[in-house]
């Protein structure tokens, strides 16, 4: 299956994240347009008993028309997080829970077991250091974990849903706002032609074109690939009930479904 660029939000912020924690991103649509998450989804099951909520953000005019920042825009992000990271650690326990971009602002989740000093200390450093930036801070007492709960973890926590959704923050990523129909390559494997060639004859009633058919030796079992395509919706939520519908499609003929690739929509 062919890959797109995946350009992590982690990893160009520099987190440094322990080893057992999870990450996973995934784009929501809102009113104004997308807006990426990643979230820390081990906090789902076991989390600390730290029950204030801190948000902090800021703004930047490097960002694409989509409303990502740029590498730069990520750069400038990158030095705020790390200042205010490096406030909260030496006031109080914490875990960063959360991350999220949102037309050209960034901000960071964390969970603190105690406030004190802590929006003093915070406003200190915005007004010393970032006083010509748009900032945002917020702090309040959140013992179940609210926030965390309805704004970062997805409703949809299934494999098949992030697999999408690292496609689709792959095209954020690179400046694409998802609002374009566009050609969709999709991937089935078959243990048998036979298998295929019914398999073809069905999806043809549904306006797929036939892109290719292979013969690939070094799968296992599923060695008869095909490949096709039809000019759908990226919008996240029509691609996640188009490919559940490919998936239930291939079970009913005994196949795979192994994802799909679109090319990069964006404005000059």
């Known amino acids: 299956m062919k890959k797109i660029f995946l350009f992590s939000i982690l ?3 520099g987190f440094n994240v322990q080893a057992q924690d999870y990450w996973e991103n995934y784009i929501v649509q809102k009113e104004k347009g997308l807006m990426t998450i990643s979230v820390n989804m081990k906090y789902e099951y076991a989390r600390p008993n730290y029950k204030n909520l801190l948000v902090v953000g800021t703004h930047t005019t490097k960002c694409l028309k989509n409303g990502y920042p740029t590498e730069k825009g990520l750069e400038k992000m ?3 997080s790390d200042s205010i990271a490096n406030i909260v650690d030496g006031l109080t326990k914490n875990r960063l829970v959360g991350i999220m971009t949102y037309q050209c602002s960034g901000f960071d989740i964390f969970y603190v077991k105690d406030t004190t000093n802590l929006r003093k200390t915070i406003t200190a450093q915005i007004n010393t250091n970032f006083n010509n930036s748009k900032t945002y801070l917020k702090i309040e007492q959140d ?6 709960h309805k704004s970062l973890y997805p409703k949809d926590d299934s494999g098949e849903f992030f697999i999408n959704h690292e496609l689709l923050t792959g095209l954020v990523y690179q400046g694409d706002d998802l609002t374009q129909p566009r050609n ?3 991937w089935f494997y078959f ?3 036979k ?3 019914k398999f073809i004859d069905k999806i043809r009633t ?4 036939i892109d290719s058919l292979n013969y690939r030796k070094k799968r296992d079992y599923y060695r008869y690939e095909l490949q096709v395509s039809r000019k759908d919706s990226i919008h996240p939520k029509s691609i996640s009930r188009l490919t559940k519908a490919l998936t239930g499609f291939a079970n009913l003929l005994y196949a795979e479904y192994d994802g799909w690739s679109a090319e990069l929509v964006k404005e000059d």
Request: proline share 0%.
């Open 191 to 193: 243990k048998k032609e």
């Open 143 to 148: 013992k179940k974990w609210r926030y965390y």
């Open 78 to 80: 990158y030095t705020f």
């Open 11 to 13: 990893t160009t912020l």
């Open 206 to 209: 549904l306006d797929f074109t």
């Open 195 to 197: 298998k295929r060639q």
């Open 184 to 186: 969709i390559r999709h």
